[in-house]
């Protein structure tokens, strides 16, 4: 099912995870649990590319499945929704289980801290290369091969960046869960 969001949107592709619209900035996530173990892996794609007005989102966990893999990121526009941010080309995502960054498919960054119930995990964009003051019209969204620094955090403090170069059709925001994880998406402090 689909969350309807006035300002930004609805969730473009979904796989196993139900949506459901709580305020005019956030989403309630909710894995739907199965009886396949080993393909637990579900996401939630949106629909407003990333740019100057559209730079930030959170999540905040408010229940753990068994096997929790809370994963916050980016993914392009063919990103499949049955794979984590992160595990696929064009995409990058801090999975909560484990601490780490992965980006195309490999760790990127290891070694930070982990996430539970209670926790406020974050993504955000800044854009090194561009001049504030010269913002495009519209939402100033990134463009093929502009690159940027994708930025995670945990309750507030930033935990770790990887670099990025935006792919044709630019990148979205992306939630991965397992089943049994519930989380509400915050697009409140998306604007800047």
């Not at 941010?85 to 801090?94: A, I, L, Q, R, V």
């Not at 690159?147 to 507030?156: P, Q």
Request: negative net charge.
């Amino acid at each position: 099912s689909s969350g309807i969001n006035a300002e930004y949107g609805v969730v473009m592709r979904e796989h196993r995870i139900l949506c459901t619209t709580i305020s005019p900035s956030s989403l309630e996530l909710c894995a739907i649990n199965n009886s396949r173990p080993l393909d637990d892996s579900r996401s939630a794609i949106f629909n407003r590319a990333i740019g100057s007005k559209y730079h930030y989102y959170q999540l905040e966990i408010l229940v753990c499945g068994e096997d929790s893999a809370v994963a916050i990121g980016l993914a392009d526009f063919d990103h499949s929704p049955s794979k984590y941010p992160g595990w696929m080309k064009g995409s990058c995502g801090y999975h909560s289980n484990d601490g780490i960054i992965f980006q195309r498919g490999s760790h990127s960054t290891v070694g930070l801290p982990t996430c539970t119930e209670g926790d406020i995990m974050s993504c955000g964009v800044r854009f090194p290369n561009r001049n504030f003051e010269e913002i495009p019209k519209g939402d100033g969204t990134a463009v093929k091969g502009e690159k940027i620094l994708v930025y995670f955090g945990k309750n507030g403090e930033e935990v770790g960046t990887v670099e990025m170069v935006v792919p044709s059709g630019g990148l979205y925001p992306t939630i991965g869960l397992s089943a049994g994880d519930h989380v509400i998406v915050d697009f409140g402090a998306m604007t800047g």
